[in-house]
């Protein structure tokens, strides 16, 4: 069993930057694919950005790549999400998930945070 919980959501301006931090419990995640999605309120949870295991590939959804980073740390059991210019339209409630796979995935994950919400104000 894998608990994850998000931290790092909040109020920011439109061109601002927020890091959201998922911090993972109860096993490695040496082994671990994971993502970040995120939900707006009224709308689907869509797919946002994904790493493999060992974080040498990673997957962007087309409305945020170049403005935000993944990337994973192993040794601290930690998934991070990097936003930059964050726009109006990047307000949702993020959510971080995992799997054990050695494959990077976009969907069919186990495990799920709680989320953090994010808001962007123009």
């Known amino acids: 069993q894998v608990q994850l919980v998000e931290s790092g959501g909040g109020l920011v301006q439109a061109g601002g930057s927020l890091r959201l931090s998922c911090a993972t419990s109860?096993?490695?995640?040496?082994?671990?694919?994971m993502a970040w999605f995120r939900q707006a309120p009224g709308k689907e949870r869509e797919f946002v950005a994904a790493?493999?295991?060992?974080?040498?590939?990673?997957h962007y959804a087309d409305s945020v790549k170049g403005r935000f980073t993944i990337s994973k740390d192993n040794a601290k059991n930690t998934m991070y999400l990097q936003m930059n210019t964050l726009k109006p339209e990047d307000t949702a409630a993020y959510y971080c998930?995992?799997?054990?796979?050695?494959?990077?995935?976009?969907?069919?994950?186990?495990?799920w945070g709680q989320g953090t919400q994010v808001t962007v104000s123009s």
């Open positions: 790493i493999n295991y060992n974080a040498g590939r990673t």
């Open positions: 998930a995992a799997k054990g796979t050695n494959v990077i995935i976009i969907r069919g994950f186990d495990y």
């Open positions: 109860g096993r490695t995640i040496n082994n671990y694919a």
